[in-house]
């Protein structure tokens, strides 16, 4: 049997914490979504400012990084570069940069979306909370 690491309760707070300063020391306002590597919905926490379809993009932003193992950027870019047929592909709605899994011991052990600014400064949110793990 193989074990594997897995996010608490107060590791999605530890990154929410830190997503959240991120998002406030810039001035963004952002919804900031959590989930496990089954893309469960563990955290969802829209800022004050944050625009409402936000609450929805995040966490499909979130869901398409953790089921797909990388960052959600990667899927918006083979649409862009021509293979439009992916925007097909069953149950992925968060095709947009803005979705990073959370990776310890090489173990994809969920994601963070982020929505409501530049699709890079999402990232840069996303991974800020991430580095709090400090794994």
Do not use: C
Request: proline residues 4%; without cysteine.
């Amino acid at each position: 049997m193989q074990s594997k690491p897995f996010l608490s309760l107060a590791d999605v707070k530890k990154i929410a914490a830190a997503a959240e300063a991120e998002a406030l020391a810039n001035n963004w306002a952002v919804t900031i979504a959590i989930v496990d590597d089954g893309a469960h919905l563990l955290w969802l926490q829209r800022l004050d400012g944050a625009a409402p379809i936000s609450s929805h993009i995040a966490p499909s932003k979130a869901k398409t990084a953790a089921l797909g193992r990388r960052e959600s950027k990667i899927y918006e870019d083979l649409i862009n570069n021509g293979r439009v047929s992916f925007l097909s592909a069953p149950s992925i709605e968060g095709m947009l940069e803005g979705g990073v899994p959370v990776i310890v011991d090489g173990h994809v052990i969920g994601a963070v979306g982020v929505s409501g600014v530049k699709s890079h400064e999402d990232v840069q949110i996303a991974k800020a909370g991430i580095a709090a793990l400090g794994a």
